[in-house]
């Protein structure tokens, strides 16, 4: 099986995922953190390797184990999408992630395999996400109870 490297278009994956879309609107940066942790998540249970661009400048540094961040600085992150993947050694190993029709024509035209934002956000996102978040809560809410049983609360 061949890795794939997903590039993924950042702003326009966000769009697709509402409560990343709401966040945006209000802190930009937010909204980053949150899709680089959902997309770490992912790609931890991958052997596929992960790109995520975003437009402008980075402001302040996000940590990630399993993905590269790139910011397109005074170009944007659809050229930046284009450029790597003119400059890839393969383009068949690689799998963009976008909803944009200009980037997603592009990169058919290369041989690059295309995947859009919604189908993927579906897909490896929002299912394990919506999971893992009720999982979480529910852990929460037994230690809680626990915790008061131990202190007499």
């Given at each position: 099986?061949?890795?794939?490297t997903y590039l993924i278009d950042g702003n326009n994956?966000?769009?697709?995922?509402?409560?990343?879309?709401?966040?945006?609107?209000?802190?930009?940066?937010?909204?980053?953190?949150?899709?680089?942790?959902l997309l770490d998540k992912?790609?931890?249970?991958?052997?596929?390797?992960?790109?995520?661009?975003?437009?402008?400048?980075?402001?302040?540094?996000?940590?990630?184990?399993?993905?590269?961040?790139?910011?397109?600085?005074?170009?944007?992150?659809?050229?930046?999408?284009?450029?790597?993947?003119?400059?890839?050694?393969?383009?068949?190993?690689?799998?963009?992630?976008?909803?944009?029709?200009?980037?997603?024509?592009?990169?058919?035209?290369?041989?690059?395999?295309?995947?859009?934002?919604?189908?993927?956000?579906?897909?490896?996102?929002?299912?394990?996400?919506?999971?893992?978040?009720?999982?979480?809560?529910?852990?929460?809410?037994?230690?809680?109870?626990?915790?008061?049983?131990?202190?007499?609360?």
């Amino acid at each position: 099986m061949n890795v794939k490297t997903y590039l993924i278009d950042g702003n326009n994956l966000m769009g697709k995922i509402k409560s990343l879309f709401a966040l945006q609107q209000k802190d930009k940066q937010a909204s980053r953190e949150q899709l680089v942790f959902l997309l770490d998540k992912y790609f931890k249970t991958q052997k596929n390797k992960g790109v995520v661009y975003f437009d402008g400048f980075q402001s302040t540094v996000i940590a990630s184990d399993f993905l590269k961040i790139k910011y397109s600085q005074k170009q944007t992150a659809d050229d930046l999408i284009r450029e790597d993947i003119s400059n890839a050694a393969n383009r068949k190993n690689l799998m963009v992630i976008t909803s944009d029709l200009a980037v997603a024509g592009f990169a058919k035209a290369c041989s690059t395999e295309v995947m859009k934002s919604e189908v993927f956000a579906k897909q490896a996102l929002q299912s394990k996400a919506g999971e893992d978040e009720t999982g979480i809560i529910d852990k929460l809410t037994n230690q809680t109870a626990e915790f008061k049983k131990l202190f007499g609360v």
